[in-house]
């Protein structure tokens, strides 16, 4: 059975910074695609950024403007999201998912889902 977990938000000021990380078990982690999705209450869930399943290559939403970095640990089935430069339209919960194949970019890709983490910033 497929299991990603998410850690690492909470509150941060305006400006700040968090890591988001995504443990993954029960797949081949290396050779799926990773992605980082948010969704606010009332809004439909938007694409963050996907990472390859080598690492070698990423993809972010046009709002990630060089704030946001994707990486990935094949070796400890780890996805990470380092957040700079937070803002408060940042708030949301953040999920990461994983898909078959070498990239995926659209939500419909992803076949395997977080439960998600937290991420306010707020002053």
């Known amino acids: 059975q497929v299991h990603l977990v998410e850690s690492g938000g909470g509150l941060v000021q305006p400006g700040g910074s968090l890591r988001l990380s995504c443990a993954a078990s029960?797949?081949?982690?290396?050779?799926?695609?990773m992605g980082w999705f948010r969704q606010t209450p009332g809004k439909e869930r938007e694409f963050v950024g996907a990472i390859s399943s080598s690492g070698m290559t990423t993809s972010y939403a046009g709002f990630v403007k060089g704030r946001f970095t994707l990486s990935r640990d094949n070796a400890k089935n780890m996805l990470y999201l380092q957040m700079n430069s937070l803002k408060p339209e940042d708030t949301a919960l953040y999920f990461c998912a994983a898909a078959s194949g070498k990239l995926a970019i659209e939500e419909h890709e992803y076949s395997y889902w977080g439960q998600g983490t937290q991420v306010t910033v707020s002053s």
């Open positions: 029960g797949l081949t982690f290396s050779a799926h695609a």
